[in-house]
């Protein structure tokens, strides 16, 4: 498993688990001192156990040498970052393309390389490109297994997913039988629980993952746009998502209004996607207008707080519950909080934070003048306005009275929808929502 970040962790621990025996590589020196010392140097609920149990039983471990890794293996998965590249939104490859050459270099024998990362459409065939330039004497074969685990509940998503879907290279049908073969080998505990298995073609397997992520980003966006829609014309969000989400064929997930998605994924995916449109001559309209109003939906939530706020924040102390993408996670990576809280602070207030998980990562991407605070409750501390930015169960149920106690003023800017207007409202805030007609 070429990358021990929150894929490749996950996913070679999974593996471990089913029975195989896995090498991660990792050439982030922190994080393979963490994992060589027995810790996770991500937050995975149920993690560290998992780890510790296969590391244990020797069917896990850690390296930094992808030769001594590869030696005599069946299959290398890539599941090293494609972030977006800065400027046109494409998937940056270059980790992927540099950790290819690295394995043909070191390859000792037959090897099937097999893509976890989410790569762009074609992505596949230019690893064949790169493998066979590298080692013309190689005999080896490629595959596409884009990985659909949610940060937060990855364990659960990896051991039993809705779907596995294995892209392979029909061009050469001998070389798809064996690949195919090794997949179902390693996948072998996920047929036992009927998990479906899709095998296809290269392309279409790259094109799933961009397609299912752009659509979950769809789904949020256009909530997003009905709560707007029902504070202009006194209409409930929670009502209207609740009752379109009982028709099967909408289905009642990811209709909860938020203050913009945002995350190591759903960025970067839609984004990458309407780059395949626009380079295939087939731009993809709707994630286009997705990923518009997405980013315009953030700084529009910093423009609302602000307004709540009567207009200036200048030495205003503002509270902050919740930094990371959704609760969790230490994940930090395009969290709307960047943008609400970089904002905030440019507009001069004083900033106090709070998350259960993500301090240490928003240390690095928060403006400096940010206060961290040791609980939640501590945010309120002189604050006049306090701001929800992430669910997480424990601020659900924060007492009123105590943040009432510590907080200077009486406004609560609540873009996650976690507590009821009609409570907070008696227990003498002044206090907005999303999409919810009770507020000012
Ligand atoms: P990550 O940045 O957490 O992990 C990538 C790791 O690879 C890093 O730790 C990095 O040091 C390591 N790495 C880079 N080049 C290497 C090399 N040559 N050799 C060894 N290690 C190397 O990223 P992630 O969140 O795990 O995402 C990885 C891929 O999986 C991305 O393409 C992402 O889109 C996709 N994905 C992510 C998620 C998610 O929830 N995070 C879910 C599904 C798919």
């Not at 510790?52 to 890794?69: C, H, K, S, W």
């Not at 209709?255 to 190591?264: D, E, I, K, V």
């Given at each position: ?5 929150y894929v490749?962790?996950v996913s070679?621990?999974c593996f471990?688990e089913f ?56 299959a290398?998965f890539?599941a ?34 097999v893509t976890k990362s989410t790569v762009?459409v074609?992505?596949g ?18 595959a596409s297994n884009p990985e659909f685990l949610r940060e937060g509940n990855a364990i659960q998503d990896f051991m039993r997913p809705d779907r596995v879907i294995i892209g392979i290279?029909e ?5 798809a039988?064996?690949a195919q073969d090794i997949l179902r080998r390693l996948y072998r505990p996920l047929y036992l629980l009927e998990t479906p298995i899709v095998f296809t073609g290269l392309e279409t397997a790259e094109l799933i993952k961009y397609s299912a992520n752009s659509f979950l980003a769809?789904k ?28 099967g064929r909408?289905g009642k997930k990811f ?10 994924c759903f960025?970067?995916d839609?984004?990458?996607l ?167």
């Open positions: 498993m070429i990358g021990g970040g490749g962790l070679g621990t471990a029975g195989t025996d896995v090498a991660i590589v990792e050439t982030n020196p922190d994080r393979l001192a963490a994992l060589r010392e027995g810790r996770i140097p991500i937050y995975e609920p149920g993690l560290d156990r998992l780890v510790e149990d296969n590391v244990a039983a020797g069917r896990l471990t850690f390296g930094d040498d992808i030769a001594a890794a590869i030696k005599g293996v069946d290398v890539l090293v970052g494609t972030p977006s590249r800065r400027g046109d939104g494409q998937a940056d490859t270059s980790y992927v393309h540099a950790a290819v050459k690295q394995v043909a270099r070191a390859a000792d024998g037959y090897t099937l390389i762009p074609g992505t065939r230019e690893i064949a490109r790169i493998v066979r330039e590298t080692r013309p004497d190689l005999d080896f074969d490629i290279d061009s050469r049908p001998g070389g039988t064996r769809m949020i966006t256009f909530i997003n746009e009905i709560a707007d829609l029902c504070e202009k014309v006194g209409a409930n969000v929670t009502d209207v998502a609740r009752s379109i989400g009982l028709d909408i209709l909860h209004p938020s203050p913009g998605f945002g995350g190591s960025p970067k839609t984004r990458a309407t780059a395949i449109g626009r380079k295939a001559g087939s731009p993809v309209r709707l994630i286009e207008t997705t990923v518009a109003v997405n980013e315009a939906r953030m700084q529009a939530m910093a423009e609302r707080i602000i307004a709540f706020a009567g207009g200036d924040v200048r030495g205003m102390t503002i509270g902050v519950l919740g930094l990371t993408f959704k609760p969790e996670t230490d994940d930090m990576r395009e969290a709307a909080s960047i943008t609400i809280l970089g904002q905030l602070d440019g507009a001069g207030a004083h900033i106090r934070a709070f998350d259960p998980a993500g301090m240490e990562t928003a240390r690095a991407v928060l403006p400096p003048g940010v206060t961290y605070c040791g609980d939640a409750v501590a945010v309120a501390e002189g604050a006049d306005i306090v701001v929800v930015l992430t669910e997480w169960n424990e601020f659900r149920s924060l007492s009123p009275d105590k943040l009432k106690k510590r907080m200077k003023g009486r406004r609560i800017a609540d873009l996650r929808n976690i507590w009821d207007p009609q409570v907070m409202r008696e227990a003498g805030f002044e206090y907005i929502s999303l999409g919810r007609p009770e507020q000012a």
